[in-house]
């Protein structure tokens, strides 16, 4: 899909992307249903962010999300018809015996988590340097390094404290005007916490488990 992002200022990186998070339907007669098709799109596009980002110490995390996504998409491009929202694919998919794209789903979850809250961290510390917001969004209760083992969360804090580039340069990346800058990524983030809160509930029930 290419065109502008019609949601955020003209000028800032934000509004070049594909699909923004704020244009992620849900469907919230429906118990908050996300649309496949959209959802996808917009964890595509944030995961350029982490182009702009630079460096090496968000790297794996980059590996990581793109390969989840795509686990997704190959199950919505098997069955288009039974995974038109998230909870659909996951549901259908359980009912199959297989349970590749909602371990997958779940692991795009948990990145996606680390991103909003790292982003979050940054956006309410303007004095933090993006290492310190990453790091500290990595460590949190609850956060991606529980779901490490011991080898790959002590590897993980080190690409990030010596890998991600200065805050600086990565906002000022993002756009001229600073202060649209944080307006677009506050309401990105903002759209992205929403999305990542109503998956963590849905995938906490007993009929999102595969165990």
């Not at 003209?10 to 998070?21: A, E, K, M, Q, V």
């Not at 199959?96 to 991103?115: D, M």
């Not at 990542?196 to 488990?209: C, D, G, K, N």
Request: proline fraction near 4%; hydrophobic fraction near 40%.
């Amino acid at each position: 899909m290419s065109r502008t992002n019609e949601v955020h200022a003209p000028g800032t990186w934000f509004s070049s992307i594909p699909r923004s998070f704020e244009e992620v339907p849900i469907d919230t007669a429906n118990g908050n249903a996300i649309s496949t098709v959209e959802f996808l799109e917009a964890a595509g596009s944030l995961v350029t962010l982490f182009d702009v980002i630079g460096g090496v110490g968000l790297a794996a995390v980059k590996s990581d999300l793109t390969g989840n996504i795509t686990k997704v998409q190959e199950r919505y491009n098997k069955a288009p018809a039974e995974s038109q929202t998230l909870q659909d694919l996951v549901r259908n998919e359980l009912k199959s015996g297989q349970h590749k794209a909602t371990e997958g789903l779940l692991w795009l979850v948990r990145g996606l988590q680390f991103t909003a809250s790292a982003l979050r961290l940054s956006l309410n510390n303007p004095s933090e340097e993006l290492n310190a917001s990453f790091l500290g969004a990595y460590k949190a209760p609850g956060g991606l390094s529980t779901h490490h083992g011991y080898i790959i969360r002590k590897g993980t804090e080190v690409a990030i404290k010596s890998g991600v580039p200065y805050r600086k340069d990565f906002y000022n990346k993002l756009g001229e005007n600073q202060a649209e800058v944080n307006v677009a990524l506050e309401k990105e983030v903002k759209a992205l916490e929403n999305v990542v809160t109503i998956l963590l509930q849905f995938q906490s029930t007993p009929e999102a488990q595969w165990k």
